[in-house]
């Protein structure tokens, strides 16, 4: 399994950015994809996910309301729309899958099997 994140980069507070995660080597809609962040001193936390269908989404309460998760399963890629961008929200992001096909979308990250090499993002005030 391998998961290549992308479209991280340099943003300003307000901004916008999309990241992308694309994978293969698993049956991709039958799997839950995650988003995570991690930033130097702190454990790495929940962003987002999404079930294996798309129908059913969650979030972190630091994000909810700015950031949406959504994927394409014909193209084996999920995406982590991210609107008004925050600095505190300046990180590594990375995505990961759940091999448990039909799951339910989990938001701990001991609940992921594979993770992608992460893509960083940074929000300038």
């Known amino acids: 399994v391998q998961l290549q994140a992308s479209g991280g980069g340099l943003a300003q507070a307000g901004g916008s950015l999309r990241l992308s995660c694309a994978a293969s080597?698993?049956?991709?809609?039958?799997?839950?994809m995650g988003w995570f962040r991690h930033t130097p001193g702190k454990e790495r936390e929940f962003v987002a996910a999404i079930n294996w269908s798309g129908d059913r989404t969650y979030y972190a309460d630091s994000v909810k309301g700015r950031f949406t998760i959504s994927r394409e399963n014909s193209k084996n890629t999920v995406y982590l729309h991210m609107n008004a961008l925050k600095p505190e929200d300046t990180a590594v992001y990375y995505c990961?899958?759940?091999?448990?096909?039909?799951?339910?979308?989990?938001?701990?990250?001991?609940?992921?099997?594979?993770w992608g090499q992460g893509t960083l993002v940074t929000v300038s005030s």
């Open positions: 080597g698993l049956y991709f809609s039958r799997n839950a």
């Open positions: 990961a899958t759940d091999t448990i096909e039909f799951g339910r979308a989990p938001m701990s990250l001991n609940e992921y099997d594979y």
